[in-house]
């Protein structure tokens, strides 16, 4: 898969829909699709370690992506801001080494980083 909804290895159907409704907001109403979504990935999680690194960096980022499109309803992107934690605190969980907690030091400035350049676009 391309575009914005790279990175992932399971590509069950269901799964793939969820992440382009969270990515693209097509139920903006629907905050529990966010829930649905990160809970269907966790119990698909792949056992080998680097499987389970990839699927969290690939959730933290299809999240920041997300929060960072400002085409998207500005709730929608809190949504996605509020939720952002549950990937971090998986990878932060399974961080086994210097390179891993380099890695996840690099994604909470990416984070830090957008979250203070857009964030007048989601308080105003």
């Known amino acids: 898969m391309t575009g914005p909804l790279h990175g992932f290895d399971t590509q069950e159907p269901a799964i793939r829909e969820l992440r382009r409704k969270i990515r693209y907001a097509t139920e ?6 966010m829930s649905l979504w990160l809970s269907m990935e966790e119990a698909l999680a792949p056992a080998c370690a680097a499987s389970r690194w990839r699927l969290y960096v690939a959730e933290f980022q299809l999240l920041l992506d997300t ?3 400002d085409l998207i309803p500005a709730h929608w ?11 971090l605190a998986a990878l932060s969980r399974i961080a ?10 690099r994604l909470l ?11 007048a676009s989601l308080t105003g």
Not at 28 to 33: G, R, V
Not at 77 to 87: E, G, K, V
Not at 96 to 105: A, I, K, Y
């Open 28 to 33: 903006a109403d629907n905050p529990q699709l």
């Open 109 to 119: 400035y990416e984070l830090r980083t957008t979250s203070h350049f857009f964030q």
């Open 77 to 87: 992107r809190t949504l996605c801001m509020d939720q952002i934690y549950r990937p």
């Open 96 to 105: 086994d080494g210097e390179s891993r907690r380099r890695q996840l030091n």
């Open 67 to 69: 929060l960072a499109d």
